[in-house]
């Protein structure tokens, strides 16, 4: 049965250590105490060999691992531990409003409080992907100029929103949260790269870079406007 297999081998390797352990107790110059002893000796060296790649493990095992205590291209975003607090609210939000409606639930008909409205996680004041999209078709409709057929290129990253679009975006939502700075930043950058890709992808431009986290350069054709 396999759950003997395991207590089979201890017996095992526990009758062959002892009866090592007899030929060891036997006269030096018996042949048999000599095989005994190159055995033993065989069996300290597995042993340190054992103990020595445990160590090694241990020690490989602290040091900070990739994607986890240490992140590629740098450190982890300063912003993580931000989002995890926003998270850790929001839950809480979360759960104060369900024990409420608990509470009014379970009270006597009279002592029932009006019933609040449904919770609803305020939403994050982001730069989000049809925002690019109209600004970067903006602005390429604009450099075309009345000449077709002209080769329209620029770094992705001139196509990032400036300070009046990012007002104009985020302030029609009265209701949501304020906006955080570096939120804001990672979401326009994220956007705007999207935003590239899907204009690819429907072939109103290309999108290339030339060597690992360089530049990515776009490029649209006078003829194949992505005004939208």
């Known amino acids: 049965m396999p759950s003997l297999q395991r207590p089979v081998e201890w017996l095992t ?3 062959w250590l002892a009866w090592l352990r007899t030929r060891l107790l036997l006269p030096e110059h018996d042949p048999d105490a000599r095989a005994a002893r190159e055995e033993a000796e065989a069996v300290r060296r597995d042993l340190a060999r054992r103990a020595a790649a445990q160590e090694a493990a241990d020690w490989l095992d602290a040091r900070p691992q990739l994607g986890r205590d240490v992140f590629a291209r740098g450190a982890a975003a300063a912003g993580m531990r931000e989002a995890a607090g926003r998270a850790a609210a929001e839950r809480d939000a979360l759960l104060r409003a369900y024990t409420r409606r608990i509470d009014q639930v379970s009270a006597a008909p009279g002592q029932r ?10 939403p994050s004041l982001l730069w989000r992907a049809p925002h690019a999209l109209r600004r970067i078709g903006r602005l390429l409709a604009e450099a075309a100029g009345p000449e077709a057929g002209t080769d329209l290129g620029a770094d992705l990253w001139c196509f990032l929103p400036d300070a009046e679009d990012l007002a104009a975006a985020v302030g029609g939502a009265p209701d949501a949260a304020v906006p955080d700075p570096a939120l804001l930043a990672r979401s326009a950058a994220a956007s705007t790269f999207v935003a590239a890709l899907e204009l690819a992808r429907e072939g109103r431009l290309t999108v290339a870079q030339e060597q690992d986290f360089g530049a990515i350069q776009v490029h649209a054709r006078n003829d194949a406007p992505v005004a939208s």
Do not use: S
């Open 13 to 15: 390797m526990a009758a």
């Open 113 to 122: 409080d009006v019933v609040d409205a449904p919770y609803r996680p305020r």
